[in-house]
């Protein structure tokens, strides 16, 4: 019995070692050791000497202006992604759970986008963007849409790729929805029904609250996901159309994590691209704990 | 059942490990390089000097927009496992792995070469072959426009030939008279390629007096002030499509479907103007109002070997017979259509532009590549977006010439 006991504890973790030990390979070793390279000259070059030189990196960082602008448009980039992704899909929820024909082939079309990858993705927009829309804007006139493409100006590039995002996304999140909605108790709908509630009270009153446990988990997803965006963002529009910041001629649609990853690879200057990556990651730590803190405390509970 | 379930957990960790244990073999060295469009040709050759020596040379090809080989290097660097010949772009990426190139001074090909990189007369990189850029023309369309290509050598020049092509636009069926690129991804055309312009165009080869004067952060006002007409006009007249939004394919694409007369590319567009019916050739650049007879020619890239690996002598060997069998001559010149850059290869390439280079460099009418004395990040994330805002318009040359400047003062401090 007792020898059966340890036998199952055996498989158990022999289950879950290739999992565990290659999340410590690639997440947690990675990360502590980057996080002491912070604090260093650390090059990756082929000299190996390696001086601790405090907090200069993350002083280097601070007074990047590329990283402050990149923060900001992320910021913008991140706030109207949350928004449209969650109306887009919300809307497209209400749409496949109503009575409508056809609502199963219509969920596993919004849901289609989402298995395709973002950076092929990226590749078949850029082609929409650049070729169809002034193809078709030309063939009936709309000359303004052949003069100004999307993806020729910083402000609609950073729109473009809010739009490619939601049409990745929104698909995605709506499933999360769908189960949401599905899980409204009929009873308290029909009892709203017989007492005399319109639709839209219904909807106010019952739906929304019941779905809220969903908004937290939606929010929580699309906040982190917009925040991290890389694989769109380096196939859309790479480093985006230049625009002028504090006097100066500078990459337009440059996220957070593409800045990063070019500290690191352009500048060569790979200890300040860990303290940049330090200081993202405790940004999104905090916003995503404060958004999950105050989306719970507006959940009930039946 | 639960005795079977430990004994494939513990196979599989078992051998999951000993995947990671190394096996004794034949000499083998492993050779990394940027030119992917010559991977399958590199391969072959390989495989022939495999054949030849019983040496195997594992050919790993990673550039373009989709691979950096510098990032391969440094993972390669960081696990042990850097290659015994891989490829460097210029004195940046000498600098990076300075400690672990070796001097190729004794070697034969030295006496045969003009572009062999040297660092403090040591020499220390293996050309590559040789490229060149400037102007590409098609001659048909400038036939027809009556535009003879031999006064082509200054501003002047081709803002008379731009305006009398601009005006020609549906007679000759072209949407723009220059197809040129300044949008995101290709910088390197803006910021690389035409920037070398301002360095090096009408002086004379290894000529480093502006551009250390730029360095220090003193700009030549005039000089400054003649290119940026220069790239104006170029901007001008190109199509907006391709200048702010274009991609390498979509540049190209124009010149060779006679869509455009000029292309700012170099020789090796000739593998993706394979169907070109027209015959072309490059023109100087006009950055100057002042005539120049001249296109920019140099080795793009170096080889070098890497002195830690106990392959070393055996990747010295394998460059060798590159330049001196005939298997490797083939390769080089008829196989990957690269110009040579060995005096004893007799071999002349059949690209139309890569001939049109060899001419001009057999006449000595060539200006040098200086634009990689500044840094990668310098020309990539500091000067592309000023380009990019006079091509888009958001800025007048004026504001472009005060941009430029700054850019060099913020670059000397």
């Given at each position: 019995?007792?020898?059966?006991?340890?036998?199952?504890?055996?498989?158990?973790?022999?289950?879950l070692?290739?999992?565990?030990?290659?999340?410590?390979?690639?997440?947690?070793?990675?990360?502590?050791?980057?996080?002491?390279?912070?604090?260093?000259?650390?090059?990756?070059?082929?000299?190996?000497?390696?001086?601790?030189?405090?907090?200069?990196?993350?002083?280097?960082?601070?007074?990047?202006?590329?990283?402050?602008?990149?923060?900001i448009?992320?910021?913008?980039?991140?706030?109207?992604?949350?928004?449209?992704?969650?109306?887009?899909?919300?809307?497209?929820?209400?749409?496949?759970?109503?009575?409508?024909?056809?609502?199963?082939?219509?969920r596993?079309?919004?849901?289609?986008?989402?298995?395709?990858?973002?950076?092929i993705?990226?590749?078949?927009?850029?082609?929409?963007?650049?070729?169809?829309?002034?193809?078709?804007?030309?063939?009936?006139?709309?000359?303004?849409?052949?003069?100004?493409?999307?993806?020729?100006?910083?402000?609609?590039?950073?729109?473009?790729?809010?739009?490619?995002?939601?049409?990745?996304?929104?698909?995605?999140?709506?499933?999360?929805?769908?189960?949401?909605?599905?899980?409204?108790?009929?009873?308290?709908?029909?009892?709203?029904?017989?007492?005399?509630?319109?639709?839209?009270?219904?909807?106010?009153?019952?739906?929304?609250?019941?779905?809220?446990?969903?908004?937290?988990?939606?929010?929580?997803?699309?906040?982190?996901?917009?925040?991290?965006?890389?694989d769109?963002?380096?196939?859309?529009?790479?480093?985006?159309p230049?625009?002028?910041?504090?006097?100066?001629?500078?990459?337009?649609?440059?996220?957070?994590?593409?800045?990063?990853?070019?500290?690191?690879?352009?500048?060569r200057?790979?200890?300040?691209?860990?303290?940049?990556?330090i200081?993202?990651?405790?940004?999104?730590?905090?916003?995503?704990?404060?958004?999950?803190?105050?989306?719970?405390?507006?959940?009930?509970?039946? | 059942?639960?005795?079977?379930?430990?004994?494939?957990?513990?196979?599989?960790?078992?051998?999951?490990?000993?995947?990671?244990?190394?096996?004794?073999?034949?000499?083998?060295?492993?050779?990394?390089?940027?030119?992917?469009?010559?991977?399958?040709?590199?391969?072959?050759?390989a495989?022939?000097?495999?054949?030849?020596?019983?040496?195997?040379?594992?050919?790993?090809?990673?550039?373009?927009?989709?691979?950096?080989?510098?990032?391969?290097?440094?993972?390669d660097?960081?696990?042990?496992?850097?290659?015994?010949?891989?490829?460097?772009?210029?004195?940046?990426?000498?600098?990076?792995?300075?400690?672990v190139?070796?001097?190729?001074?004794?070697?034969?090909?030295?006496?045969?070469?003009?572009?062999?990189?040297?660092?403090?007369?040591?020499?220390?990189?293996?050309?590559?072959?040789?490229?060149?850029?400037?102007?590409?023309?098609?001659?048909?369309?400038?036939?027809?426009?009556?535009?003879?290509?031999?006064?082509?050598?200054?501003?002047?020049?081709?803002?008379?030939?731009?305006?009398?092509?601009?005006?020609?636009?549906?007679?000759?069926?072209?949407?723009?008279?220059?197809?040129?690129?300044?949008?995101?991804?290709?910088?390197?055309?803006?910021?690389?390629?035409?920037?070398?312009?301002?360095?090096?165009?009408?002086?004379?080869?290894?000529?480093?007096?502006?551009?250390?004067?730029?360095?220090?952060?003193?700009?030549?006002?005039?000089?400054?002030?003649?290119?940026?007409?220069?790239?104006?006009?170029?901007?001008k007249?190109?199509?907006?499509?391709?200048?702010?939004?274009?991609?390498?394919?979509?540049?190209?694409?124009?010149?060779?479907?006679?869509?455009?007369?000029?292309?700012?590319?170099?020789?090796?567009?000739?593998?993706?103007?394979?169907?070109?019916?027209?015959?072309?050739?490059?023109?100087?650049h006009?950055?100057?109002?002042?005539?120049?007879?001249?296109?920019?020619?140099?080795?793009?890239?170096?080889?070098?070997?890497?002195?830690?690996?106990?392959?070393?002598?055996?990747?010295?060997?394998?460059?060798?017979?590159?330049?001196?069998?005939?298997?490797?001559?083939?390769?080089?010149?008829?196989?990957?259509?690269?110009?040579?850059?060995?005096?004893?290869?007799?071999?002349?390439p059949?690209?139309?532009?890569?001939?049109?280079?060899?001419t001009?460099?057999?006449?000595?009418?060539?200006?040098?590549?200086?634009?990689?004395?500044?840094?990668?990040?310098?020309?990539?994330?500091?000067?592309?977006?000023?380009?990019?805002?006079?091509?888009?318009?958001?800025?007048?040359?004026?504001?472009?010439?005060?941009?430029?400047?700054?850019?060099?003062?913020?670059?000397?401090?």
């Amino acid at each position: 019995m007792d020898k059966d006991k340890r036998m199952q504890k055996i498989v158990f973790w022999l289950f879950l070692a290739p999992a565990l030990i290659s999340f410590f390979m690639v997440q947690i070793i990675p990360f502590v050791i980057g996080f002491y390279y912070s604090f260093t000259d650390w090059s990756a070059t082929a000299q190996i000497t390696l001086n601790f030189v405090g907090l200069k990196n993350y002083a280097d960082a601070f007074k990047d202006t590329t990283f402050l602008y990149s923060t900001i448009i992320t910021s913008i980039y991140t706030l109207l992604n949350i928004v449209l992704v969650n109306v887009v899909a919300f809307g497209l929820a209400l749409l496949v759970t109503s009575n409508i024909k056809f609502r199963n082939i219509y969920r596993a079309g919004f849901f289609l986008p989402n298995v395709i990858g973002g950076i092929i993705l990226g590749y078949i927009w850029q082609f929409i963007f650049n070729r169809f829309v002034p193809f078709v804007a030309g063939s009936w006139g709309i000359t303004y849409l052949t003069e100004n493409l999307m993806l020729a100006n910083s402000r609609t590039a950073l729109l473009a790729l809010v739009i490619v995002s939601t049409w990745q996304y929104a698909g995605y999140i709506m499933m999360i929805y769908v189960a949401a909605l599905q899980n409204v108790p009929r009873d308290l709908i029909e009892a709203a029904q017989v007492d005399g509630a319109t639709p839209w009270q219904r909807f106010k009153a019952i739906t929304i609250p019941m779905v809220r446990p969903a908004f937290t988990v939606t929010l929580f997803l699309t906040l982190v996901n917009s925040f991290k965006q890389f694989d769109v963002n380096t196939s859309l529009t790479g480093v985006g159309p230049s625009t002028m910041f504090m006097g100066r001629a500078i990459n337009g649609t440059e996220l957070l994590a593409m800045n990063i990853s070019n500290t690191s690879l352009i500048l060569r200057n790979t200890a300040m691209a860990q303290a940049k990556a330090i200081v993202f990651f405790v940004v999104l730590v905090v916003f995503s704990l404060l958004q999950v803190y105050f989306s719970k405390k507006k959940e009930v509970e039946l | 059942m639960k005795k079977i379930l430990i004994l494939i957990s513990i196979l599989l960790v078992a051998f999951s490990l000993a995947a990671c244990t190394p096996k004794e073999e034949q000499i083998e060295i492993t050779f990394k390089q940027n030119k992917p469009e010559i991977d399958g040709q590199l391969q072959a050759f390989a495989a022939a000097y495999e054949a030849e020596t019983g040496v195997k040379v594992n050919v790993v090809s990673c550039g373009g927009s989709s691979c950096s080989l510098g990032d391969m290097l440094r993972s390669d660097y960081a696990s042990g496992n850097l290659p015994e010949i891989f490829t460097i772009d210029g004195i940046e990426a000498y600098n990076e792995w300075a400690a672990v190139i070796s001097d190729l001074s004794a070697e034969k090909w030295v006496a045969d070469t003009d572009v062999a990189f040297k660092v403090g007369g040591k020499v220390v990189g293996f050309p590559v072959n040789v490229e060149g850029w400037g102007m590409a023309y098609n001659a048909d369309l400038l036939e027809a426009a009556d535009i003879d290509p031999a006064t082509l050598n200054n501003y002047d020049a081709y803002l008379a030939a731009f305006e009398k092509l601009e005006a020609m636009k549906v007679e000759l069926g072209i949407d723009s008279v220059v197809s040129m690129a300044a949008g995101p991804g290709m910088y390197w055309v803006t910021g690389h390629h035409n920037f070398n312009s301002l360095l090096s165009n009408g002086l004379p080869y290894g000529d480093l007096s502006v551009t250390n004067a730029l360095l220090a952060g003193n700009v030549d006002a005039a000089r400054l002030g003649e290119y940026a007409d220069w790239v104006n006009l170029l901007f001008k007249y190109a199509d907006k499509t391709v200048l702010t939004t274009g991609n390498y394919d979509s540049q190209v694409g124009a010149f060779l479907n006679q869509k455009a007369v000029f292309l700012h590319q170099g020789n090796w567009v000739d593998g993706n103007l394979k169907d070109a019916t027209f015959d072309m050739a490059f023109a100087p650049h006009g950055s100057s109002k002042t005539a120049t007879d001249g296109i920019f020619v140099s080795a793009p890239a170096w080889y070098i070997v890497n002195k830690d690996s106990k392959n070393a002598e055996a990747a010295k060997d394998f460059l060798e017979f590159m330049v001196y069998n005939q298997i490797g001559q083939d390769y080089m010149v008829n196989k990957a259509g690269m110009i040579p850059a060995f005096k004893n290869v007799t071999i002349e390439p059949t690209g139309k532009l890569s001939k049109s280079v060899l001419t001009w460099a057999k006449a000595g009418k060539i200006y040098s590549w200086n634009q990689y004395n500044f840094s990668g990040e310098f020309r990539d994330n500091k000067l592309g977006p000023i380009y990019n805002q006079l091509a888009s318009e958001a800025i007048t040359v004026e504001q472009f010439k005060e941009l430029i400047t700054q850019a060099f003062k913020d670059n000397a401090k």
